[in-house]
C-alpha cells in the first residue's frame, strides 16, 4: 500500500514525500523527466515511475504495479510555463490532469486526495490580518497559478461531493528552504544565496522591487511537508480547504535580521518605504486543530538550517 505523490521530486514534493516516509508511509512518485531524486530523498527508498497525469492510461497502468490508498496532487495543474503553448489546448491539458487525478482516485478507491492550492487564492480578498479558509475570495486573479488554482478549488468541492471522495484542497503559503529556486515573488532564498556564498545579492528574477517592509507568511519548506503529511493521514478531517503555513508574517527585515545571526558578515539590504506596510498572513487553526500542526522552524532556525544545507554543497 502507498501514497501516490505527483511532482514528488519537485521542491515541496521532496519534503513531503520525506515526512510521509518519516510516518511510516510507502510512497509512489510521479515525474515526466527522469530526474532522479533530489538530494533530501537520496537516502529513502521510494518507487519512481515516469509518467504524466495527463495520460490517463499511464495513471490507471500505475494500479497495476502498486496498491494505492492516497493521493497527494503536487504537480502543476497550470499552463506552465505561462506562454509556451497555445492557451487552449494548455489550459484543456492542465484541467484534464486534474480531472485524470479524481478519475483514478475513483477507480482505485482511494483513501484521500490532497490538492494542491496557493495563499494567492486570497488575492483581492478584503482586509488584513489572518486570512481564515472561510473568507470570501474575489472571483479575478492577476496570475495564472491563482487562476488555475481558484478553478480547481471549485472543482475539487464539486467532485468531493459528486463522486464520493474525501479532497482537501491546501493553499500554500510562501514556501522556502533547501531544494528551492528563487522565487518571483519574494527574495528569502536569493538572500540565503548571497549570505551562505558570500556573492553580491541578485535580485534581478524579482517579479517587483523587494522593500524591506514587505511581509508575507513565509513557511520553511520542512514544516511545509510535515503539514501536508499530517493532513493526507489524519483518520478525520473536518474541513476541505487549510491554510498550509506558518500562521505568521515575515518581514524581508526579518528574513535579512535572521540570516545575519547565522552569517554576521553578510552584505545584505534593501531600500525601505518610509513605514511598515499592513501585513497579512494565513491563519492556520484549522490545521492545528485537526492535525496538532505547530510550526517548528522560526525564520531563525529556518535561515540557519537553510545557509548549513547549502554550505554543505548543494546547489539549491
Known amino acids: 500500500m502507498a501514497v501516490l505523490v505527483t511532482g514528488g521530486t519537485g521542491f515541496i514534493g521532496s519534503h513531503t514525500v520525506r515526512a510521509l516516509l518519516d510516518q511510516g508511509e510507502e510512497c509512489v512518485l510521479v515525474q515526466r523527466r527522469a530526474t532522479g531524486l533530489p538530494p533530501v530523498l537520496a537516502d529513502t527508498r521510494v518507487s519512481i515511475e515516469r509518467g504524466d497525469v495527463a495520460d490517463l492510461p499511464a495513471l490507471l497502468d500505475l494500479g497495476t504495479r502498486h496498491k494505492i490508498t492516497g493521493i497527494v496532487h503536487l504537480a502543476g495543474s497550470m499552463p506552465w510555463p505561462i506562454g509556451a503553448d497555445d492557451p487552449i489546448p494548455a489550459a484543456r491539458r492542465a484541467l484534464g490532469g486534474l480531472l485524470n487525478i479524481f478519475q483514478v482516485a475513483q477507480e482505485w478507491d482511494v483513501r484521500r486526495v490532497g490538492v494542491a492550492s496557493t495563499i494567492g487564492v486570497y488575492h483581492g480578498a ?178 540557519a538550517d537553510y545557509i548549513a544545507w547549502l554550505r554543505a554543497g548543494n546547489d539549491r
Open 126 to 303: 478584503p482586509g488584513n490580518g489572518a486570512l481564515r479558509e472561510d473568507l470570501p475570495l474575489a472571483m479575478r486573479a492577476s496570475h495564472v497559478i491563482p487562476t488555475f488554482k481558484k478553478i480547481g478549488e471549485l472543482l475539487d468541492d464539486w467532485l468531493a461531493g459528486a463522486a464520493g471522495l474525501d479532497v482537501v484542497n491546501y493553499r500554500i503559503s510562501g514556501t522556502w528552504g533547501p531544494g528551492g529556486h528563487e522565487d518571483p515573488f519574494f527574495p528569502a532564498p536569493a538572500l540565503v544565496h548571497a549570505a551562505a556564498r558570500g556573492t553580491e545579492l541578485d535580485l534581478s528574477a524579482q517579479a517587483g522591487t523587494p522593500y524591506a517592509e514587505d511581509s508575507l507568511d513565509l513557511c520553511y519548506v520542512k514544516d511545509t511537508g510535515r503539514a501536508i503529511a499530517l493532513l493526507h493521514l489524519a483518520d478525520e478531517l473536518h474541513h476541505r480547504t487549510y491554510n498550509v503555513a506558518s500562521g505568521r508574517a515575515t518581514s524581508n527585515a526579518d528574513v535579512i535580521a535572521a540570516i545575519k545571526t547565522a552569517v554576521p558578515s553578510a552584505d545584505l539590504t534593501l531600500p525601505s518605504r518610509g513605514s511598515a506596510t499592513p501585513a497579512s498572513w494565513l491563519d492556520i487553526t484549522r490545521l492545528h486543530e485537526d492535525t496538532g500542526f505547530v510550526p517548528a522552524y522560526d525564520t531563525e532556525r529556518a535561515a
